[in-house]
Nanobody, 125 residues
């Protein structure tokens, strides 16, 4: 089982980026996948989740600006980020909710069993 995150880079404030999380060894559509991020000196923060039934959830800091989606044919979850702000600068990780874990508090990190390597997003002029 592997998750591979990509798509990070340098973008100016107000710009957009689209991150990808590709799964290997399992079908993403059967699991809840969540994007987390970590900024220097800060703890991990839940960004967005997509459940197996395609319900989506967002952190307050990104609500209305970020969109999480899934392409089952490509076994990939995306995070489309619009109107980026300097405070969005972080390493972004995708993670798989552990089998049998409940859907309450989807941003609780301990519930996730597999994590991809992060991809760095830098928002700066």
């Amino acid at each position: 089982v592997q998750l591979q995150a990509s798509g990070g880079g340098l973008v100016q404030p107000g710009g957009s980026l689209k991150l990808s999380c590709v799964g290997a060894g399992f079908s993403l559509e059967r699991y809840t996948i969540t994007w987390f991020r970590q900024s220097p000196g800060k703890i991990h923060e839940g960004v967005a989740s997509i459940r197996s039934d395609r319900d989506t959830y967002y952190g307050d800091a990104v609500l209305g600006r970020f969109t999480i989606s899934r392409d089952d044919a490509k076994n990939t979850v995306y995070l489309t980020m619009n109107n980026l702000k300097p405070e969005d600068t972080a390493v972004y990780y995708c993670a798989r909710l552990g089998y049998g874990a409940d859907w309450a508090n989807l941003f609780e990190m301990a519930k996730y069993d597999y994590w991809g390597r992060g991809t760095l997003v830098t928002v700066s002029s």
